[in-house]
C-alpha cells in the first residue's frame, strides 16, 4: 500500500515540476520515503503466510489509514521552511498536528481544514489534497484491493472492516473484480464531472480538482471561497448533480444504470429516503430563505439544494454562507449531517439505510403493543433483517450518541461556542466538513481550534469513516487477548 502511496506522490511531482513549484523536492524526498518504508516493511513480512484472521483485518484496515495519513502528511511538514506564494507575499507553515489533521480530513473524506489560505499554497499541494479525498471516497483498502489484488491477503476481511452500511452486497463473486467494476462508475463520475465543470467555464487545474472532491463527497477547495470563487450557478448546479449521484449506493447505481434497469433504482426504499430528504429539506429552507432572508425563488432554490445536497451527503462544499441564515435551517442541516447518504456511497452519516431501518423497528413497536404475541419482521426491499442485524444497528446508534455526547462535553468545557462544539463533532462523526456556530463558521477554517481538539477531531473522523467498531475493537482488552 505504501508502493501505491508512493506512486502516487510521484504523481504530485510531476505536477510540481509542471507548474515549476516549490515543492518539488518536499514530494520528491517524500515519495523516496516512502518507497523506502514500503520496501522495508515488505522485507521484515517476506515471511508471513499473508493469512489474515478477523481480528487481524480489523487491525490492518485501521493502521493503514494511520499509516496512510502520516506519510501522506510530509509534504506540509517538508521543506521546514514555509510555502511561500510570490504572487500574494504570504507564508504558511504547517505544525506536526496541522499536517496531520489535513490530510487525516483529506483521506477520510471530511474536508474540515486549518487553512486560512488555500491559495497561497503550490500547486501539486493543492493536487494531493484532492487526490487524498479521491482515494479515500471508497476507502484506501478497496483502492488496493482493486488496483492489486494479489497484494492483499484476507481481502474479504479486509472489506468487510472498511465497508460502509449495515448490509453487504455483491456485484460479482470475486470482490477485486466487482471492485474494479465500482472504481469504473466511480472514475466515469470524476471524469463526467470534470468536463461539466469545464464546459461551465472552469479552467482544466480547478475542473480536475473539484471534480474529484465533488464526486468523493470530500469538499476539499482550490479557492479560498469554495464555489463562490468562480460566481457560476451553472458549475453550482453541476456540483450538486454530481454529489447527489455521488451519494448513491454505487452497486445500485452500476446495476440500475449501466444495465438500464432504473426501475429497481426507483423502488430502492434507502434511495427512496435519501431523494424524500433532500425534497422535503430543500423546500423548508427555500420558503425560510425568501421569507426571512428575502432571497428570490431561483437563488433560495439554488442556495438551499446545494447546502442541502452537500450537508447529506458530507461533501462541505458550499455556494452560501449558511451561517447567516435562520437557525431553524441549522437544525435541519445538522439533521442531514447525521443521518447521511446511502450506504455504499462515499458520503458519510450513519447512513440513509439505518434510517430506514430505525423507522421500520418503530413502526413495528407500535404494532407489537397492538399485537403483543404477533413474530414482525423487518424487511427492507423485500429481504429480511435478521435479529443480529437489529441489535447491531442498536448498538451502533448508541455508541455513535455517546462518542457524539462524550466530545460535545469536552469541547464545550474546553472553551469552545457550544453550537460550535456540537457541529463540529456531528461533522467529525459524519465526516461532513462544514460546521454551524458563532466562532467556526461553515465558510471558516478550523485553525483555531486548540491542538487537544484538533487531534480529538482527527480521531473521530478516522472513527466516523471506518464506522466505529472497526476502530474502537482495537481499544477493547478482548481484542488483544492470545486466544
Known amino acids: 500500500m ?32 516512502t518507497a523506502i518504508c514500503g520496501l522495508v516493511f515488505r522485507q521484515l513480512g517476506r515471511n508471513a503466510d499473508n493469512n489474515m484472521s478477523r481480528r487481524d483485518a480489523y487491525f490492518v484496515v485501521t493502521m493503514a489509514w494511520v499509516m496512510f495519513s502520516l506519510f ?25 498536528t496541522d499536517a496531520f489533521f489535513e490530510t487525516m480530513s483529506g483521506f477520510t473524506t471530511t474536508g474540515a481544514t486549518i487553512i486560512d489560505d488555500v491559495e497561497a499554497l503550490p500547486k501539486a499541494l493543492l493536487f494531493w489534497r484532492s487526490l487524498t479525498q479521491w482515494i479515500g471516497g471508497l476507502g484506501i ?49 470524476t471524469i463526467a464531472c470534470m468536463f461539466s465543470y469545464m464546459a461551465c467555464g472552469m479552467d482544466w487545474f ?26 457560476s450557478p451553472a458549475e453550482e448546479y453541476v456540483c450538486t448533480f454530481f454529489c447527489f449521484l455521488a451519494g448513491i449506493n454505487f452497486l445500485l447505481l452500476y446495476a440500475s444504470v449501466a444495465k438500464l434497469q432504473l426501475r429497481n433504482l426507483l423502488r430502492n426504499s434507502e434511495f427512496r429516503f435519501y431523494v424524500s430528504a433532500i425534497i422535503i429539506a430543500t423546500i423548508f429552507i427555500i420558503a425560510e430563505l425568501m421569507m426571512r432572508n428575502h432571497y428570490d425563488f431561483e437563488h433560495a432554490f ?24 435562520p437557525h431553524v435551517t441549522w437544525i435541519v442541516l445538522a439533521g442531514l449531517m447525521v443521518i447521511g447518504a446511502c450506504s455504499g456511497s462515499t458520503s458519510g452519516g450513519i447512513k440513509s439505510i439505518r434510517a430506514v431501518m430505525i423507522l421500520k423497528s418503530m413502526r413495528n413497536e407500535f404494532r407489537q403493543l397492538l399485537h403483543p404475541n404477533a413474530i414482525l419482521p423487518m424487511k427492507i426491499d423485500g429481504v429480511n433483517v435478521p435479529m443480529s442485524k437489529r441489535v447491531t444497528l442498536l448498538s451502533f446508534v448508541s455508541l455513535y450518541l455517546l462518542l457524539a455526547a462524550l466530545c460535545t462535553f469536552v469541547m464545550t468545557a474546553a472553551g469552545v461556542d ?13 465526516n461532513v466538513g462544514p460546521t454551524l456556530g458563532l466562532e467556526i463558521g461553515p465558510t471558516m477554517s478550523w485553525s483555531v481550534l486548540p491542538v487537544f481538539a484538533k ?6 473522523m478516522l472513527v466516523g469513516r471506518l464506522e466505529l467498531f472497526t476502530v474502537l475493537v482495537l481499544f477493547t482488552p478482548a481484542f488483544w487477548k492470545s486466544n
Open 302 to 325: 439554488r442556495s438551499s439544494i446545494f447546502q442541502v445536497v452537500s450537508f447529506m451527503t458530507s461533501t462541505g462544499l458550499y455556494n452560501d454562507d449558511a451561517g447567516q441564515w
Open 418 to 430: 457550544h453550537t460550535n462544539a456540537v457541529t463540529i463533532t456531528l461533522s467529525c462523526l459524519g
Open 455 to 460: 487531534w480529538m477531531c482527527a480521531f473521530l
Open 2 to 33: 505504501l508502493y501505491l502511496e508512493a506512486t502516487l506522490l510521484g504523481l504530485c511531482l510531476l505536477i510540481a515540476v509542471y507548474f515549476n513549484g516549490t515543492d518539488i523536492a518536499s514530494f520528491g524526498l517524500t515519495a523516496i520515503i
Open 141 to 189: 483498502v478497496f483502492f488496493t484491493i482493486a488496483v492489486l489484488p494479489s497484494m492483499v491477503g484476507g481481502s474479504v476481511k479486509v472489506f468487510s472492516a472498511e465497508a460502509t452500511g449495515p448490509i453487504r452486497s455483491k456485484l460479482h463473486p470475486r470482490l477485486h473484480t466487482g471492485a474494479k467494476w465500482i472504481w469504473a462508475v466511480y472514475l466515469f463520475l
Open 206 to 231: 480547478n475542473a480536475i480538482n473539484y471534480s474529484m472532491t465533488s464526486t468523493a463527497t470530500g469538499g476539499f477547495a482550490t479557492t479560498n471561497g469554495s464555489l463562490t470563487s468562480f460566481r
Open 72 to 96: 501522506g502528511m510530509i509534504p506540509f511538514i517538508i521543506p521546514n521552511f514555509s510555502f511561500t506564494d510570490i504572487s500574494h507575499s504570504t507564508m504558511q507553515s504547517f505544525s506536526f
